[in-house]
């Protein structure tokens, strides 16, 4: 297996030094902590984040007892989130579960406290491809985001299907670039999430494999110390996350029309996505265990050097 672009010592380097800045900068006083917005934010865009999205638009965050105001942040790349999370510039964060375990990793207090939704990890070809299957996959390059849910997922695909990692070449991209591969041709298959998944497909530009058993969990972590001195806004949090995935449930084409207003993306795009995700998923012992296989995945792949015990020391099962 190849990697074009080896984000590995930039994971490892911007997650030690996100430490390195939490140390020194010290904790807040009382009253500045009193006085401090709710700050929350997200990885990239993401269909699975519409519990957080249909949240924000209602404005439920800011009815939680003792927040005054929220601030918003969406974060394009791995080592702001960490950075930020180091440095209590943001409380909580709605993410796939990798980058919260490289946080904890890097000795950054992280804390899983929801689960947003649950869904397969889907590998686009170009419309055209004669590939039928994963196993056809062999020899082709892949676009994939290194160090995340959608990595772990191809390579276990891959190994469902009886290839080697190196039977193909895996290439690290951000979503825009890969979008801009896919569609020119440059990769032969792209492993990602929704929308960009449903963009692909409803643009005639590519098509999904058959579905193996790779699962992607979009989760709500929480700052350790921010949960230790806001218990109770953190159950507000996890309050909020499970009220709003049971109106989705309920009022799935008025959920979709937010979500869709909030991504400013189409309306096609959201409702193809929808059916995708097991927005009823919960931190199960399954899921768990799923998400320390990405935490193994992490470490035997040196995109971290610390194992990490997911049910000791990321889930906080206080609030589950």
Not at 208 to 225: E, Q, R, T, W
Request: charged share 20%; net charge negative.
């Amino acid at each position: 297996m190849t990697l074009e672009f080896d984000r590995r010592t930039l994971l490892k380097g911007a997650s030690a030094s996100a430490v390195g800045v939490a140390l020194s900068m010290g904790g807040a006083t009382g009253a500045a902590a009193a006085a401090a917005p709710l700050k929350i934010g997200s990885f990239f865009i993401a269909i699975d984040y519409a519990p957080y999205l249909i949240a924000k638009s209602k404005g439920m965050f800011e009815k939680i007892g003792g927040v005054e105001t929220v601030q918003y942040t969406t974060f394009q790349s791995l080592p702001p989130v960490n950075e930020a999370m180091a440095t209590q510039q943001v409380d909580a964060v709605f993410e796939a579960e990798p980058p919260a375990l490289i946080g904890r990793a890097a000795g950054i207090d992280v804390k899983i406290v929801g689960i947003s939704c649950s869904l397969v990890q889907e590998i686009l070809v170009p419309h055209k491809s004669t590939a039928q299957s994963v196993a056809d996959l062999k020899g082709a390059k892949i676009a994939v985001l290194a160090g995340t849910s959608s990595h772990y997922g191809v390579l276990k695909l891959l190994k469902e299907a009886g290839l080697s990692p190196d039977s193909v070449e895996i290439i690290d991209m951000v979503p825009p670039d890969a979008k801009s591969a896919f569609e020119t041709g440059q990769v032969g298959a792209w492993a990602v999430w929704p929308p960009f998944v449903e963009q692909e497909e409803l643009a005639g530009a590519g098509r999904v494999l058959p579905k193996g058993d790779a699962l992607i969990h979009s989760i709500m972590a929480v700052s350790g110390s921010f949960a230790a001195k806001n218990p109770s806004t953190v159950k507000s949090l996890v309050s909020v996350l499970n009220e709003t995935k049971a109106w989705m449930i309920k009022e799935p084409a008025a959920a979709q029309a937010i979500v869709a207003k909030e991504l400013n993306i189409p309306l096609n795009v959201v409702e193809r996505a929808w059916p995708r995700h097991d927005w009823s998923a919960t931190l199960s012992d399954a899921v768990i265990a799923d998400i320390q296989a990405k935490a193994d995945f992490l470490f035997n792949g040196k995109y971290v050097s610390s194992k990490v015990n997911v049910a000791e020391q990321v889930i906080d099962k206080a609030y589950l």
